[in-house]
DNA sequence: TAGATTGTTAATCGATTAACAATC
DNA sequence: TAGATTGTTAATCGATTAACAATC
C-alpha cells in the first residue's frame, strides 16, 4: 500500500537529489549510517530541515544512531519516481538536445530517453548516441503507441509552443522545457522549465554585486 | 551614481528574465507600455508581486498606462548584470560543454565564454563553436592575463572540486557549475549550481503524484 | 547511565498576497 | 471626470529555524 503523498514544497523537491547524491557517496565508502546533523553540515542546511526533508520521503531514523543511508536512497528515489524508469521522447537534435542524449546519469535518476525527433531532414536517420533521429510527425503516433508520459522540449524558442502541443495532442502528460520561452499547457499536464537564463541570473547578479564593491 | 543595490530575493531573481523575455517579444510587436497586470496575467502571478519585482530593479512606472517596455528592459539587464558582457571561460569539452559553446543566446545576456579548457590531449587543440579548446594547465595562467571573473564547470563530477580549486587559484570570482557535485569555495567567491537533476526531481515527483490518482 | 539524535510542536522569518490611497 | 494602474503599507501564508521531550 503506497501512502498518500503529502503536500511537499518545490525547495525540499530541489534538496533532495542533493542528499541522494551525498548518500550514494558515502555508500561508496562504506558509510552505513548517517545523521541529519551529518547531512546538514555538508550543504550547510539546519539540521532540522534535513529532518523535516527526509520526513516527507516517509523514512524513519533512529536516536543516537541516525538513519540508513541504503534505506534513504531506496525512500528519496521512491518519493522523487527515480525508483521505475519513464520513458521519454526528445525533440530537437540540436546542441542542447545532443548534450541530453549524451547524459548517461539520466538512467539513474529514472529518465529514459527512448527517441528524438527533428523537423530538420538532414538530421532525420542519423544516430545521436544510438538513438536514432525521426522526424517530427511520427511523434504523436509513435507516443501514443509507446504509451510516453515525458516529452523533452530542446528546439529554438519560436518552435517551442508548436513542439509542446504536438506532445499534448499525442497524450504526453510532462513536460521539461530547454528552450527559453513561456509555454501554455492544458489543465493536467505538468510542465517544468529547466531555464539556465534563471541560473545565470542569479549568478551574474550577485557578481556584480561583488564587483561593485 | 549607481543606487545601493538592496537585497533581493532569490525568487525575484529569477522571475526578472522571464518578464525581459516577455518584454523582448512584445517590443518587437510593437507595443511600447505595458503595466503590471499584464505581465501577471502571462505568466499566472500575482500583479502586486510582478510590481515588486519591478520596483528593485529601480523602474518607475505611470499610473494608468503602465512602464514602458523599452525603460522596463534596460532596467532589467542593468540589475542582473547583463548590460556589460564578462567573459568566461569553460572546462570540460564534453557533450554539456559544447552545448553551452553553442549557446548563442549568452551573449544577449552578457556572457561571452572565450575560452574552452580540458585536460583531454586528443581534445586539446580542436575548436568547438569558433573557440579553441585548451590545455587545463593554461588556465591560471591565462586567467589572470585575460581578467576572468566567470568559470563554467562542464567536467563529470568527480573532478569538478579539482578544476574550482584551479579557477578560484586562479583568481575566478564566480563558479557556474553544471557537474552534479556538491562543491567546496571559499568564502567571497560565488557559486551557482545549474543542476539539471533537480528540475527532473519536480517534474518526476509530480509526474508520479498523477499517474497514481 | 549519559548524551546524541530523532520526532514534533512552537516561534520566527521572509515572501506572497490583499487593501487602499495617490495619480495620471 | 472616471477609472485603471502605480506605489506602499498591512495581513497572510508558508518555509525555515528554535526548542524540547522521547528514545536508543
Redo the contacts between chains.
Keep these: 500500500m503506497?501512502s498518500q503523498?503529502r503536500v511537499?514544497s518545490?525547495s525540499t523537491?530541489?534538496r533532495?537529489?542533493?542528499y541522494l547524491?551525498?548518500l550514494e557517496k558515502l555508500m561508496d565508502q562504506g558509510v552505513e549510517n548517517i545523521s541529519c546533523t551529518q547531512i546538514a553540515q555538508?550543504?550547510d542546511f539546519d539540521p532540522t530541515q534535513v529532518r523535516k526533508d527526509l520526513e516527507t520521503t516517509g523514512a524513519v531514523g533512529t536516536a543516537r544512531i541516525g538513519f540508513r543511508a541504503a534505506t534513504l536512497v531506496v525512500k528519496i528515489k521512491e518519493?522523487?519516481?527515480?525508483d521505475n524508469a519513464?520513458d521519454a521522447f526528445l525533440v530537437g537534435a540540436?546542441?542542447?538536445g545532443?548534450?541530453l542524449?549524451?547524459?548517461k546519469?539520466?538512467e539513474k535518476?529514472?529518465?529514459n530517453i527512448v527517441a528524438a525527433f527533428d523537423k530538420d531532414a538532414r538530421k532525420v536517420g542519423t544516430r545521436i548516441f544510438n538513438r536514432e533521429v525521426l522526424p517530427l510527425a511520427k511523434l504523436p503516433n509513435l507516443a501514443g503507441r509507446m504509451h510516453i508520459?515525458?516529452g523533452i522540449v530542446a528546439v529554438p524558442?519560436e518552435y517551442a509552443q508548436g513542439v509542446v502541443d504536438l506532445m499534448v495532442g499525442a497524450g504526453i502528460?510532462?513536460i521539461?522545457n530547454f528552450a527559453?520561452?513561456?509555454l501554455r499547457i492544458p489543465e493536467?499536464v505538468?510542465l517544468?522549465?529547466?531555464?539556465?537564463?534563471?541560473?545565470?541570473?542569479?549568478?551574474?547578479?550577485?557578481?556584480?554585486?561583488?564587483?561593485?564593491k
Tied chains: 1, 2.
Design positions: 503506497i503523498p511537499v518545490r523537491l530541489k533532495l537529489p542533493l547524491h551525498l555538508e550543504f518519493f522523487l519516481g527515480w519513464h540540436g546542441n542542447m545532443k548534450a542524449l549524451g547524459y546519469d539520466f535518476y529514472g529518465l508520459n515525458i524558442a502528460r510532462a521539461w527559453p520561452a513561456p493536467g505538468i517544468e522549465n529547466a531555464r539556465l537564463t534563471q541560473s545565470l541570473a542569479v549568478l551574474t547578479n550577485n557578481l556584480t554585486k561583488v564587483l561593485r
